[in-house]
């Protein structure tokens, strides 16, 4: 989101419905491996959110929707003028039953997955976002920004398999949470040159929680997941020709997963660092 990395933790809670429409400005896709330019995990590519910067000064949207099934989703960002500076508010919450099977699906393992049309079985969750953005324009050459969100889910089900040569585990993840934050500057260097830099943290945890049956009465054991990324990025971009731009740059990032709990994991923090 806006050049910056977000993760979606061990078990993917995030949720691009918790982005308002409304305050996004372009979406921009590029394929294949841009490591050099995006830091870990963009292999396949990127998908890079482009928000928007709000030209009013202030500003308020909110946003309710209700569908089908009982999803509900809500949303607010604002905007205020704070002399040189600008700052940015926005929170979210979206309260879902579950995944809607297509109606016409055939399931591969009908014991596991329902029929077409229905939700499936222990996918439901909540979850709460709340995101702040600080821009402040220095002597109109240097802009400051400082971005800081984070996100949870008290409790999300984990669906049985759908393949019928996979057992059924009957889990739950608990305590799903992302904090993100990041600090830039963009500022003119010298004949036209211009350099952006970054630097900025994000971290997912939660806990897998293993049952003995679907009741989800009796835990078996609990494992508790941590993921971070630390970075630093410097860019630099000139004009070389009228119609030519230079872009050059640098990025130092650290990933880090660390699991304790469960088997294999008893002894204590269990730690894989890139």
Excluded: C
Aim: aromatic share 10%; charged share 15%; no cysteine.
């Amino acid at each position: 989101i806006d050049g910056m990395p977000l993760s979606d933790g061990y078990f993917g809670n995030y949720d691009l419905h918790l982005l308002s429409a409304s305050n996004v400005t372009s979406v921009n896709l590029i394929k294949g491996p841009v490591s050099h330019q995006f830091g870990f995990n963009t292999m396949g590519g990127i998908l890079n959110i482009i928000t928007d910067r709000h030209k009013e000064q202030n500003l308020l949207k909110m946003r309710f929707h209700y569908s089908s099934h009982g999803r509900k989703y809500t949303s607010v960002n604002s905007s205020y003028a704070l002399g040189r500076s600008q700052l940015f508010l926005n929170g979210s919450f979206l309260s879902s039953p579950g995944f809607i099977l297509p109606a016409k699906l055939n399931p591969l393992a009908p014991t596991n997955l329902e029929t077409g049309g229905d939700l499936r079985t222990n996918s439901q969750r909540d979850q709460y976002s709340l995101g702040l953005r600080i821009e402040t324009d220095i002597s109109g050459i240097h802009i400051l920004t400082l971005q800081t969100g984070i996100s949870y889910t008290p409790e999300k089900g984990n669906p049985p398999s759908i393949y019928p040569h996979v057992s059924d585990r009957y889990s739950r993840i608990e305590d799903w949470q992302k904090l993100n934050a990041s600090l830039t500057l963009k500022t003119v260097l010298f004949n036209n040159t211009d350099l952006t830099a970054s630097t900025y943290f994000d971290q997912s945890e939660d806990t897998y929680i293993l049952y003995s049956s679907p009741a989800f009465n009796q835990a078996l054991w609990s494992s508790l997941i941590r993921s971070n990324t630390l970075g630093l990025h410097l860019n630099f971009s000139s004009p070389l020709f009228k119609s030519l731009e230079n872009d050059f740059g640098l990025r130092l990032e650290k990933k880090s997963y660390n699991r304790k709990g469960g088997p294999g994991y008893e002894s204590g923090w269990v730690d894989n660092n890139q």
